[in-house]
């Protein structure tokens, strides 16, 4: 099993910055995909910022030029900088991960336990 943990989540006001972090441990064979998915109270989840294994990189048009998805394939950890946040942002946020227990297995979706960031003045 995988075990993805957050942090970094706080109340900020509108126009701060702050970075989440998420750090994946447990029998890891392959990290493939790891993603930020986000839930606003009364909606769907949604995904904020996903990085492939391969390094490319894709964003919610909301958050395109605000947010900025890294990865230190070493650590098996995944961030997110946020900047510029707007009361919008305001939501759970998720860590997800597609990965590899063993050589011959298929890969499966990991969740976190959610981070809420709350941007009010």
């Known amino acids: 099993q995988v075990q993805l943990v957050e942090s970094g989540g706080g109340l900020v006001q509108p126009g701060e910055s702050l970075r989440l972090s998420c750090a994946a441990s447990g029998r890891i064979f392959r990290m493939n995909a790891m993603a930020w998915y986000r839930q606003a109270p009364g909606k769907q989840r949604e995904l904020v910022a996903q990085?492939?294994?391969?390094?490319?990189?894709n964003y919610d048009d909301s958050v395109k030029g605000r947010f900025t998805i890294f990865r230190d394939n070493a650590k098996n950890m995944v961030y997110l900088q946020m900047d510029s946040l707007k009361p919008e942002d305001t939501a759970v946020y998720y860590c997800n991960a597609i990965a590899t227990t063993h050589r011959y297995s298929t890969a499966n979706n990991y969740w976190g336990q959610g981070t809420q960031v709350t941007v009010s003045s």
């Open positions: 990085s492939t294994a391969g390094g490319s990189t």
